[in-house]
């Protein structure tokens, strides 16, 4: 009788769930592949005719969308690796023993609990009008210019926000997996002579693989599938240099009214993440330590 209940009570909190996710992730992905490989105009599919894989051959001959691709690969390269060494750093820091702690934990986690169009607003503030009067000031106008107008600059600066945003994040996921290590074993260590940086090196980083696993998927998918920051510190600007792949998708349907040739780069992407996500998890998860 028991069984039958807790049965019941299963299905009745995940049917709702379960509804949704199919309602809103699974039908319209299977709808959007469907739509890939016709001429829909975005409206009505009825009437729309089937062009096999010609918009796919359009994807690829696209010289935006590669530019816009490759612009996003580096984007997520370097993103993956700055906040990974930022958050894990951070983490050994607020994992010391100290009063300020708790403090810092919250001041450092804070920026992730600001949305991304707020965030590309505020520095976008910053980088063209505070860095400009920072630079007649300080007497420094090359280092302290309008970072959005320049076409090298704003990538960065698009980098140095998401960065800001994403260390915070991160540094609790390690911050999980470093209180997670035996004492003992650092204790162990300890009695054994090991300085600070062979400690780091032969058991912290060791023993907080599955942290690693976790973390560079998620900054790795993320950064991918990066768009509200970068719509809303440099729209793709200037002149294009800034449009990463989710804008190009988003501006080949809406500006351009290519609806079927986006759902295809949109689908071209999905295989684009998944593959990379699924080798990374599979490299990381083998490098795993039992505790």
Known sequence: MKKNSSRLTFWLFLIPSLFIFINVVIIPFILGIIYSFTDWDGFT?????????????????????????????????????????????????VTRKMRTRNILRSIFFMPNLIGGLILGFIWQFIFTKLFVQLGTVLHASNIFFNWINDPNMAFWSIVIVSAWQMSGYVMIIYIAGLESINPDIIEASLIDGAGPVRRLFNIILPLTVPSFTISLFITLSNSFKQYDTNLSLTNGGPYGTTELLTMNIVQTAYKHNQYAIAQSKAVVFFVVIMAITLVQVYLTKKREVEM
């Open 45 to 93: 599919f009825f009437g729309s005719k089937f062009v096999a894989f010609n918009n796919y051959l359009k994807v690829f001959k696209d010289q935006n969308f590669l530019s816009a691709f490759l612009l996003t690969f580096r984007y997520a390269i370097i993103m993956v690796i700055v906040s990974n060494i930022i958050g894990f750093s951070l983490a050994l820091l």
